[in-house]
C-alpha cells in the first residue's frame, strides 16, 4: 500500500498532540480519584471520515456520532471492523433500522417507545444478516440518558434542555431495556445542566447509577463527562468519556 501524503498543515500530527493531552488528563483523573481510566470515545461529528481514520491509526478504537444520517455514511466510508460506533445524539424512533446496522451502543435511550423500536430494529437486523450469510450482530449496548436538570420545566424543549428522561422515568426505562430480547442494559448517560458546577450534577448522576445497579447489577457503566467536565465525571465514577472539541479541534459552524 503507497503512503498518502500528509494533509495540508499536518492533520495528524495535530489530532496526535490533542489526543495525547486529553490522554493525559484522563490518566490524571483517574489516578486522582484511584480509578481505572474510563474507556475514551472521540466525538466525530461534523469532522470528516479521513479524521476517523487518523484517529484509528492514533489508537483510536471507539468513537461517537449524534445523527444518524451522518454516521451512518462515515461508518460505511470508514468501514473499519476494530471500530466500534456509538451512538450519543437525540434518536427518532425511525432511524432505529439504520442505526443497528453499525452501532455498538446508543446512549440516549431515553423513552419507552425507543426501547421498542430498537428492539424490533434489532430483531430485523438479525433476520437480515442471516439472510445474507452473516453471523448476527452482538446485543445493542444501551445507556439510559437522564436529564440531570433539578428544575424541569413543563415544556422539555426549551433553549436549557440537553435531552434524557426525568430520572423518575429511570426504573422503568430500566425494565423495558433488560425485558427486551437484542438489548444489553450497561448503565446511565448524562450531559450536565448549563448553570450548574458538573462535580454536583455527576453526583446526583452517581446515586442514580447506584440505585439502578441495585436492581440491574450489570448496568454499572456510566456515560458522563465531556471536553470541559471530564475531570468531574472522573471524580464521580464515568466509565466512558465522549470527548469532541479537545480531540477534534472547533467544531467547524452549523451549515
Ligand atoms: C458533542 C457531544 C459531546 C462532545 O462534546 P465536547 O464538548 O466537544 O467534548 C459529548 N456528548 C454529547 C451528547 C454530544 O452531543
Redesign the pocket.
Known amino acids: 500500500m503507497t503512503e498518502h501524503p500528509l494533509p495540508s498543515g499536518d492533520r495528524r500530527g495535530e489530532l496526535a498532540a490533542r489526543l495525547e493531552r486529553v490522554r493525559g488528563r484522563i490518566d490524571a483523573a483517574a489516578r486522582n480519584a484511584g480509578a481505572v481510566p474510563p474507556q475514551l470515545i472521540a466525538?466525530t461529528?461534523y469532522f470528516p471520515a479521513d479524521d476517523v481514520r487518523l484517529l484509528a491509526g492514533l489508537g483510536v478504537t471507539d468513537v461517537?456520532e449524534?445523527k444518524d444520517q451522518e454516521a451512518s455514511a462515515k461508518a460505511a466510508d470508514v468501514d473499519d471492523p476494530g471500530l466500534r460506533w456509538h451512538f450519543?445524539?437525540q434518536l427518532q424512533t425511525n432511524k432505529s433500522r439504520s442505526v443497528v446496522r453499525y452501532a455498538h451502543a446508543v446512549?440516549?435511550v431515553d423513552r419507552p417507545g425507543l426501547v421498542t423500536a430498537l428492539g424490533k430494529a434489532m430483531a430485523a437486523e438479525q433476520i437480515r444478516r442471516d439472510g445474507q450469510g452473516q453471523p448476527p450482530r452482538p446485543a445493542l449496548e444501551c445507556f439510559l440518558q437522564v436529564d440531570l436538570r433539578t428544575v424541569r420545566p413543563a415544556d422539555a424543549s426549551g433553549p436549557a434542555a440537553r435531552?434524557g428522561a426525568d430520572p423518575a422515568g429511570l426504573t422503568a426505562l430500566a425494565d423495558a431495556v433488560a425485558a427486551t430480547e437484542g438489548l444489553e442494559l450497561r448503565g446511565l448517560m448524562a450531559?450536565a445542566p448549563l448553570g450548574e458546577d458538573p462535580a454536583d450534577a455527576f453526583a446526583r448522576l452517581r446515586e442514580l447509577s447506584d440505585r439502578l445497579v441495585a436492581d440491574h447489577p450489570g448496568a454499572d457503566r456510566l456515560s458522563a463527562g465531556?471536553?470541559?467536565d471530564l475531570e468531574a465525571a472522573v471524580a464521580h465514577g464515568a466509565t466512558h468519556l465522549?470527548?469532541?472539541?479537545?480531540i477534534?479541534g472547533p467544531?467547524p459552524s452549523l451549515r
Not at 465522549?242 to 479537545?246: E, H, M, N, Q
Open positions: 466525538v461529528k461517537g449524534n450519543i445524539g446512549h440516549s435531552g450531559v465531556m471536553s470541559a465522549r470527548i469532541g472539541s479537545d477534534l467544531r
